[in-house]
């Protein structure tokens, strides 16, 4: 299957990286090169992209569709690891930085990789396939108790405790195997709330599975260090639990003097990074929304980095 993956935002992401000819931007999420594609064709021989993405599919693919293009560097890798990975490329300082947090259409579309619950697969939703733990290992060995706590808190499922105790049941008969037999239980555990039980019962084993949220906050802290003056961070999101990390974070390295407005000078200490671009997120237009309905739910939050004298 071809790896497929419409851009979200793209014109909006763009505009915000602000990007200049002989700059180094980074992807650092770059699946099937959607945004990156037209990110390298605004860059001169000097300028530089660099990607990065944890699915070796996304890899192969990206380095396929940009083939003709020299001046990229591809890394397998997380996007939470970020520094890391530019420090081994000798790399200091970037101007702009994107991360796409959702899941490519790819990886929803692909049978085998077991993220949808409209098609019949064995339970993976790995994004890393050489990782060992994937989703099938967590709904047969994961306590009840473990369960109800990433179904509560990154799917905000309030069935949480039903489903977890009829996997539980489910599974001292037999192993729970496929995404069709995991389906069939939040069926039967919460047959009035279906549809949306099964969106957020998916997302959280996605989000336990990858370790979406664990890390995110240090990524994003290192990606904004890591940006020249000026440099901007832009950031998509398609849910509230990641949308609120990449919020907070932005306004705690924004810096706000909490001093008295009567005070002559500041004298809290509170120091800044840069500022918030988009004192509201950025969400895709209408006709976006229309043409690729998985785009509904998604956000994008810009924030541009300012280095002090």
Same mark, same amino acid.
């Given at each position: 299957?071809?790896?497929?993956?419409?851009?979200?935002?793209?014109?909006?992401?763009?505009?915000?990286?602000?990007?200049?000819?002989?700059?180094?931007?980074?992807?650092?999420?770059?699946?099937?090169?959607?945004?990156?594609?037209?990110?390298?064709?605004?860059?001169?021989?000097?300028?530089?992209?660099?990607? +990065?993405?944890?699915?070796?599919?996304?890899?192969?693919?990206?380095?396929?569709?940009?083939?003709?293009?020299?001046?990229?560097?591809?890394?397998?890798?997380?996007?939470?690891?970020?520094?890391?990975?530019?420090?081994?490329?000798?790399?200091?300082?970037?101007?702009?930085?994107?991360?796409?947090?959702?899941?490519?259409?790819?990886?929803?579309?692909?049978?085998?990789?077991?993220?949808?619950?409209?098609?019949?697969?064995?339970?993976?939703?790995?994004?890393?396939?050489?990782?060992? $733990?994937?989703?099938?290992?967590? @709904?047969?060995?994961?306590?009840?108790?473990?369960?109800?706590? $990433?179904?509560?808190?990154?799917?905000?499922?309030?069935?949480?405790?039903?489903?977890?105790?009829?996997? $539980?049941?489910?599974?001292?008969?037999?192993? +729970?195997?496929?995404? !069709?037999?995991?389906?069939?239980?939040?069926?039967?555990?919460?047959?009035?709330?279906?549809?949306?039980?099964?969106?957020?019962?998916?997302?959280?084993?996605?989000?336990?599975?990858?370790?979406?949220?664990?890390?995110?906050?240090?990524?994003?802290?290192?990606?904004?260090?890591?940006?020249?003056?000026?440099?901007?961070?832009?950031?998509?999101?398609?849910?509230?639990?990641?949308?609120?990390?990449?919020?907070?974070? !932005?306004?705690?390295?924004?810096?706000?003097?909490?001093?008295?407005?009567?005070?002559?000078?500041?004298?809290?200490?509170?120091?800044?990074?840069?500022?918030?671009?988009?004192?509201?997120?950025? @969400?895709?237009?209408?006709?976006?929304?229309?043409?690729?309905?998985?785009?509904?739910?998604?956000?994008?939050?810009?924030?541009?980095?300012?280095?002090?004298?």
């Amino acid at each position: 299957m071809e790896f497929k993956h419409e851009p979200i935002m793209l014109k909006e992401c763009l505009e915000n990286l602000n990007i200049k000819p002989n700059g180094i931007y980074v992807d650092g999420t770059i699946g099937g090169a959607g945004h990156s594609s037209r990110i390298v064709e605004r860059l001169n021989p000097s300028g530089r992209l660099i990607g +990065i993405d944890r699915d070796q599919d996304a890899l192969a693919a990206s380095k396929k569709r940009l083939e003709k293009y020299s001046n990229v560097t591809y890394v397998w890798g997380n996007h939470e690891n970020i520094r890391a990975h530019l420090d081994s490329l000798d790399v200091k300082l970037v101007d702009g930085i994107l991360l796409d947090l959702g899941v490519s259409s790819y990886q929803i579309d692909e049978p085998e990789r077991g993220f949808s619950y409209t098609k019949d697969a064995r339970l993976d939703m790995r994004m890393n396939r050489e990782q060992d $733990i994937d989703a099938e290992y967590i @709904v047969n060995n994961y306590t009840k108790e473990e369960l109800e706590k $990433i179904f509560f808190e990154y799917g905000e499922e309030k069935f949480s405790k039903k489903i977890a105790s009829k996997i $539980i049941s489910v599974r001292e008969k037999k192993k +729970i195997e496929t995404t !069709f037999e995991l389906a069939d239980i939040i069926r039967e555990a919460v047959p009035k709330n279906t549809v949306d039980s099964f969106k957020r019962i998916f997302q959280a084993l996605r989000i336990e599975v990858n370790g979406e949220l664990k890390d995110l906050k240090k990524a994003i802290e290192d990606a904004i260090l890591s940006l020249n003056d000026g440099g901007r961070l832009c950031i998509i999101t398609f849910h509230s639990l990641e949308d609120r990390i990449v919020k907070n974070t !932005f306004i705690e390295y924004e810096g706000r003097c909490t001093c008295p407005k009567d005070f002559p000078k500041c004298v809290c200490g509170y120091k800044s990074y840069g500022k918030i671009i988009t004192k509201k997120p950025i @969400v895709p237009s209408e006709e976006e929304m229309i043409r690729n309905p998985r785009s509904k739910s998604a956000k994008l939050r810009v924030f541009e980095r300012k280095i002090e004298a």
